[in-house]
């Protein structure tokens, strides 16, 4: 069982039950032991109400809870992941509704974020919480090893032109630009024309210039300014190359040159006319990567962190477990076994819902990759890659294939996103609610 072995890591060290509370030591009178059953590994990934509601192509509002969805869907187990910034720590009012629960996994926003403090800070309210959870962690992370900052992103379906305005603490001469294009893993967010204007007094504009962001993640644009004074400096995003989807516009970083020297990203200040909620536009600037929470640094910090911390007095359990997500598109990465190494938990995810024919393969080449990690499956109730239900055939197929690796002990969980979909007129969703309805309570 998934919260079995979560506890007994290499870094657990008591004897636990089924239930992942301690059991008296052999050949003491205790109760007869728990049965461990499929339910007892099945998890609700969760999100706060609506947090989906009119996005990737939903056409219906959803007002359930994660606790309620989880109920509704006979689920005992919940990763609670913050969703566009919300909930904003302190978490304990999400917190509260899901500690009647077996077990609580919750996200951070990478492993030096601000909000791994007031995570940590949840075991006071959740005795059930086992871990952190990393969400799109990867996504985060630069190929060669460097972390780039975090994107900055407009709002869904925003109308343009979108404005991200430079303000420098004194006057400069900036005479070089460079742009670097969003890199979102589903292909959105992708700016495509834009205009670069400066203001010698930081209220009128002048245009120096346009261009085209091409259409690849991480593409970098560099320009020419005038080199003229100026107090700030503006960039119109005119258009995106969406086609589908966000129909939105990002970028990843902008940086300023006065003749060899770099504008230090401490003598700016960003704003946006768009936002997308936890992306603000202070993003384009970082470039602390040492500091940055998705730097393997950071991740390090928190390992050890977890491995310090002595569990709660009286709650039987040793020190929480760090999770992490890994979509089958970045099994290619180079950097994927340093940043591996630190987590216990890892949690397979396919994307776009054609890629399940090749489910079996992945799953292959994912424990050639993770090892002896823990491993859990990531299954889908919808189409997020495209926008769409997912077909019933390719729930039913995870479903089945995941139940199957379950038995045979290759991978230790499920887990079904998301909470905020479980109250839709969902095919997909009313299939797995009766299908673990069926197969829940069967022995392991």
């Not at 899901?98 to 309210?125: F, K």
Request: one cysteine or more.
């Amino acid at each position: 069982m998934l919260v079995l072995l979560t506890i007994l890591s290499a870094r657990g060290a008591q004897q636990v039950g089924p239930d992942g509370r301690g059991q008296p030591e052999m050949g003491k009178p205790n109760a007869p032991a728990k049965k461990d059953t499929v339910r007892d590994h099945l998890w609700l990934w969760g999100h706060h109400a609506g947090a989906h509601n009119r996005q990737y192509g939903l056409q219906h509002d959803s007002t359930i809870t994660p606790a309620a969805a989880a109920k509704g869907m006979g689920i005992r187990n919940i990763l609670m992941v913050r969703y566009g910034a919300v909930p904003a720590p302190p978490f304990d009012e999400y917190a509260r509704p899901v500690a009647g629960l077996d077990s609580v996994v919750w996200s951070v926003e990478g492993a030096g974020g601000d909000d791994v403090d007031a995570a940590l800070g949840l075991r006071r309210l959740l005795p059930n919480l086992r871990g952190l959870m990393m969400d799109d962690y990867f996504q985060r992370v630069h190929p060669a090893a460097a972390p780039l900052p975090e994107m900055w992103l407009a709002k869904n379906e925003v109308r343009f032109p979108v404005s991200l305005t430079l303000r420098f603490a004194k006057a400069i001469a900036p005479d070089k630009v460079e742009l670097t294009q969003s890199a979102w893993r589903t292909g959105d967010y992708l700016s495509k024309d834009f205009a670069l204007d400066l203001s010698p007094d930081g209220a009128a504009w002048q245009e120096v210039a346009r261009g085209i962001l091409p259409a690849k993640g991480g593409a970098t644009v560099p320009l020419k300014l005038p080199g003229s004074a100026a107090k700030a400096m503006r960039v119109r995003i005119l258009s995106t190359h969406d086609a589908k989807l966000a129909l939105s516009c990002g970028l990843r970083r902008v940086r300023l040159w006065v003749g060899e020297r770099e504008v230090p990203s401490a003598d700016i200040k960003a704003e946006a006319t768009s936002e997308y909620p936890g992306h603000p536009a202070e993003n384009v600037l970082r470039d602390a990567v040492a500091e940055h929470p998705f730097s393997l640094d950071a991740l390090k910090r928190l390992r050890k962190r977890l491995d310090a911390a002595a569990p709660i007095a009286g709650d039987g359990h040793p020190p929480l477990e760090l999770w992490v997500v890994l979509y089958t598109h970045e099994f290619g990465m180079p950097i994927l076994k340093e940043h591996l190494d630190p987590c216990d938990v890892v949690t397979l995810w396919t994307w776009r819902a054609s890629d399940l024919a090749l489910l079996d393969k992945n799953m292959a080449r994912f424990e050639e990759i993770v090892g002896k990690k823990r491993k859990v499956l990531g299954l889908y109730m919808y189409d997020y890659g495209t926008g769409k239900p997912i077909p019933v055939d390719l729930m039913r197929q995870q479903c089945e294939m995941g139940l199957r690796w379950l038995r045979e002990k290759r991978i230790e969980g499920m887990i079904f996103l998301a909470s905020c979909i479980c109250d839709l007129p969902l095919e997909a969703v009313e299939w797995s609610r009766c299908w673990i309805a069926k197969v829940g309570d069967e022995p392991l």
